[in-house]
């Protein structure tokens, strides 16, 4: 499956931004689709998951009650809306799938990774 990020940007703190990861080649429904970010100098962490059909989500602690997962399988496409936002939300931001993750949680879980989306909150 490839996967193409999109909608990153310049904002305010306090601003919100949504962004879109469309997937393309293999059917979308079978991968469970997760979030991450890297910021400079620091390791790449999970911001978000969600499972195939969408019931089930996870989130980090850092940006609980702050940004929402979503997918449209129709759309073979998985979304990130980040709201109150803060300046410790700038970094690359990516989006992967994987098909039968153990830790959906974890980096080392996914096997593809879309091109990263720069976001950057100015204070």
């Known amino acids: 499956v490839q996967l193409q990020a999109s909608g990153g940007g310049l904002v305010q703190a306090g601003a919100s931004l949504r962004l879109s990861c469309a997937a393309s080649?293999?059917?979308?429904?079978?991968?469970?689709m997760g979030w991450f970010r890297q910021a400079a100098g620091k390791e790449r962490e999970f911001v978000a998951a969600?499972?195939?059909?969408?019931?089930?989500?996870y989130y980090a602690d850092s940006v609980k009650g702050r940004f929402t997962i979503s997918r449209d399988n129709a759309k073979n496409t998985v979304y990130l809306q980040m709201n109150s936002m803060n300046p410790e939300d700038t970094a690359v931001y990516y989006c992967?799938?994987?098909?039968?993750?153990?830790?959906?949680?974890?980096?080392?879980?996914?096997?593809?990774w879309g091109q990263g989306t720069q976001v950057t909150v100015s204070s």
């Open positions: 969600i499972t195939r059909s969408g019931s089930s989500t």
């Open positions: 080649g293999r059917t979308f429904s079978r991968y469970v």
């Open positions: 992967a799938a994987v098909e039968n993750p153990l830790r959906p949680l974890a980096v080392t879980e996914y096997d593809y």
